[in-house]
């Protein structure tokens, strides 16, 4: 997507600097845009787990673009594939729920058992990481394409010029993959296609990646919007001012339950009671196979609760300040997702096109 008219990836080799991943540091936006030089695996493995990135597809580029690094210092280790493999459970430790990390370390691990020799384990894991950035984009591309079709049916039953109202939740956009992202990219689409579009942004506490990022990814591209507090969504789906909701995915099993940031399972219940189409957009890289039952299965990241505890903002003098919203006596809980079960799923937008939420469909889809 463009920054200020310059093409920006979230994370990309540096250019002449191949040993150097580059990656924008999220942790500072919508204040200050930061491009940060990673150097080690270790360095990579900080970067996702204290959410300088985040976002499944994004940290499964980036966990991918470690093994690379992870795969350059082995070469000084008498061990190079042990020391490789090394780097891998370091980025498996760093977050729990997206499983899209594990699908990209799985697959840097499945080609270094392919090489033959050391220099072409390390050749490997560089075109990996490269291929695992390049397919998050035309997958993201393609998610956009089909949930096009769906925004489309829902603009031709409203009045000429009027906008079709999509709620989303947390940032499931260019900055949660490598590029234009999976909830956004139908939204993208139909500003391309001349739709007029608004979209209700959840702030989703606590991290705020919601009014934070995502209204920041909006404005970037001039698209409409307005910033709600988590609990509105009900409200506005009530008095049929959502058309529908587009939320991403960390993790979806194969009877299509779908994990997502906390309060999503919220926003399917309002939708199911008020009719509202609820659809899923993710690549096919966020299908966990081997998962069945969401609920019981899928590991829940709890966060610490400072995140909770302690807020950022800009203050009217131009100072990022952070705060304590309640007293330090006052413990919080940090549950950092929840699962929608199918059942509340209209549809899941992926690659391969709009698929229901069930087991036949996804074999179907992605056999
Ligand atoms: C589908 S990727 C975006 C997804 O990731 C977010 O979690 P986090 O910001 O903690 O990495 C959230 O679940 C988004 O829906």
Redesign the pocket.
Known sequence: MLVDGKPYRTVWLKPDEPHIVQIIDQRKLPWKFEVVDLRTVDEVARAIKD?WV??????AATAAYGMWLASLEAMRDPDYKLATKLGARKLLQT?P??V?LMWAIERQLAALSKARTDIQALEMTRETAESIADEDVSACRAIGEHGLTLIQSIYRGKKPGEPVNILT????GWL??VDIG??TAPIYAAKKAGIPIHVWVDETRP?N?GSRLTAWELSQEGIPHTIIPDNTGGHLMQHEKVDMVI????RITRKGDVA??IG?YLKALAAKDNGVPFYVA?PGS?IDWEMNDGLLEVPI?QRGEEEVALIEGMTSAGKLETVRLFPQASPAANY??DVTPARHITGIITERGVVRADEAALDRAFS
């Not at 939740?169 to 499931?172: D, T």
């Open positions: 959410m985040r976002g499944a597809g994004c940290i977050r729920t997206a899209n939740h947390c940032n499931a949660a993959f999976s909830a991290r990646q939320t991403g995915a960390d997502n940031k999503t993710a966020t990241e950092g997702f």
